[in-house]
């Protein structure tokens, strides 16, 4: 072995440079189809742009995902899907208040989700679900079941620890839901928001205490099951 081979031995120790590459493609790819996703809509994307965008061919995008159809559910996993699990773990371990537990989860979301690209794939579907039925039967499974079902975890905890009202219903879950949605909307469509773009942590703490302490005016006559929490 001669001494520039050996330095690009040293140099480079892990895989070679080809194989490092091919280990980052799937990634490449969807971080490609995601912004074209968003920028475009679903319909509008073709896989071709997403392999240019990527720096790779046509053939090799469809050598990782069998259809534009499997690269939109491999985005929506990678992407949003994904922090359902690690939601759970930290509920599962959490120990804190539940007021603390429902703004550190709006944070959470708002952090890895609604400031993102990803935030885009919300509209897409509002936008063309009904042109493509599988693929909001699909986002509803992956992304609105599971996120139903934490937010539904965090309000009946809070209700055993006696910091709600129960029961918890469906309406009281949505009504966590939709703060969520309309950020990632309203903050996805300028054309719709212009200059009031919203402040993500400020909105969804101010829901928060809309949602814990309400905004009217308590007085005696107030029946105490009129109370405004969740």
């Known amino acids: 072995m001669n001494l520039?081979?050996?330095l690009r031995d040293l140099a480079c120790p892990s895989a070679p440079k080809r194989e490092r590459r091919k280990d980052a493609r799937p990634r490449e790819l969807l971080d490609a189809a995601l912004a074209l996703f968003v920028e475009q809509g679903f319909a509008a994307t073709k896989a071709e742009d997403v392999a240019k965008r990527a720096?790779?061919?046509k053939g090799t995008l469809f050598l990782y995902f069998g259809s534009k159809e499997e690269l939109f559910k491999a985005v929506v996993r990678e992407n949003i899907a994904g922090q359902f699990s690690e939601f759970n773990v930290?509920?599962?371990?959490?120990?804190?208040?539940?007021?603390?537990?429902?703004?550190?989860f709006m944070a959470a979301w708002w952090a890895r989700v609604g400031a993102t690209h990803s935030a885009g794939i919300?509209?897409?579907?509002?936008s063309e679900g009904r042109q493509f039925p599988e693929l909001a039967e699909f986002y509803r499974a992956e992304v609105i079941e599971p996120a139903c079902q934490v937010i539904s975890r965090v309000l009946e905890r809070g209700v055993q620890r006696g910091e709600l009202h129960g029961p918890v219903s469906t309406h009281s879950v949505y009504t966590l839901l939709a703060p969520i949605l309309f950020l990632m909307l309203w903050n996805s469509a300028p054309g719709l928001s212009g200059a009031m773009a919203l402040d993500g942590p400020a909105f969804l703490d101010k829901?928060?205490?809309v949602l814990l302490y309400g905004i009217g005016v308590r007085t005696a006559n107030t029946p105490p099951d009129?109370?405004?929490?969740p």
């Open 226 to 229: 009129s109370a405004t929490a």
């Open 55 to 57: 720096g790779v061919s």
């Open 122 to 126: 919300c509209k897409l579907m509002v």
């Open 207 to 209: 829901q928060i205490d």
């Open 90 to 104: 930290a509920l599962d371990n959490s120990t804190g208040s539940t007021e603390a537990l429902m703004r550190s």
């Open 4 to 6: 520039r081979t050996r």
